[in-house]
């Protein structure tokens, strides 16, 4: 069963309270779901969800966990803002191929299916969306994404979860600055792993540390590396794990 939460926003400043607030461009929503995130003023991650159409409203689909904290941090910066923020009681469905009529496109990655919002469970799901992810670099609340993230170091840009050109929002001057100017030395990376290593194993080079091993699907994983010390075999536990750089 998917650990979602579902929320409603609605009223008539919804998009422009959501627009001043998070990642993406809250316009995408004529064209579908909306991948986004809210930041600390420091840049840093605070939570990931979809935005959805529904309507005159907005549903905004996240990690069950960051329920509360998004339920009391969308409500303090709501201020004079004219928006109802409700909890719902629909349920995620996904699956991949084509999108049902009252499903939407994964916007992340065309490969990772649609996402629907239904008022019983989903109980057919038998995909194995950790494989997928790892396949195709996509964090995951909690695991890749968590509260020292900066989403630019976790491929934000990759997934069309940041618009760099829809002004102002929480955490953005940080975030722009990373993009323009600086040269990423950390971050995720797509790596091999022959042997036994379990998700946060430490992945040496040496005897230095050179990042931590993330999410793993068979012989494939997700790291977090230090790019400088990446080059070369590495070491999780007793496995190698190998990055093509």
């Not at 605070?46 to 309507?55: H, I, R, S, T």
């Not at 496109?105 to 299916?113: F, I, L, W």
């Not at 989403?151 to 997934?159: C, K, R, S, T, Y």
Request: charged share 25%.
């Amino acid at each position: 069963m998917s650990n979602r939460h579902i929320f409603r926003l609605s009223g008539p400043d919804t998009h422009s309270f959501l627009q001043g607030l998070v990642t993406n461009d809250v316009n995408g929503l004529d064209n579908g779901l909306v991948y986004a995130a809210l930041l600390t003023p420091q840049g840093k991650y605070m939570a990931d969800f979809f935005l959805v159409p529904d309507g005159d409203a907005v549903l905004l689909d996240a990690h069950g966990d960051q329920a509360d904290m998004l339920r009391q941090r969308l409500g303090m910066y709501k201020l004079r803002a004219n928006v109802t923020i409700e909890d719902t009681s629909l349920h995620l469905h996904r699956g991949l191929g084509d999108a049902p009529t009252d499903g939407f496109a994964d916007p992340r990655n065309s490969e990772m299916g649609w996402r629907a919002y239904r008022d019983a469970p989903q109980t057919d799901d038998t995909t194995d969306w950790t494989a997928l992810r790892v396949a195709h670099m996509i964090p995951e609340t909690g695991v890749e994404l968590t509260p020292d993230t900066f989403i630019l170091e976790v491929g934000f840009e990759a997934i069309h979860g940041v618009d760099f050109r829809k002004g102002c929002y929480v955490g953005q001057e940080v975030t722009a600055r990373m993009k323009h100017k600086t040269t990423l030395r950390k971050g995720l990376a797509k790596v091999t792993v022959a042997g036994d290593a379990t998700p946060g194993s430490a992945i040496m080079a040496g005897d230095r540390a050179a990042g931590t091993l993330l999410s793993r699907a068979g012989n494939n994983a997700i790291a977090y590396l230090r790019f400088d010390r990446a080059g070369g075999d590495l070491q999780a536990g007793d496995a190698t794990v190998t990055w093509e750089g």
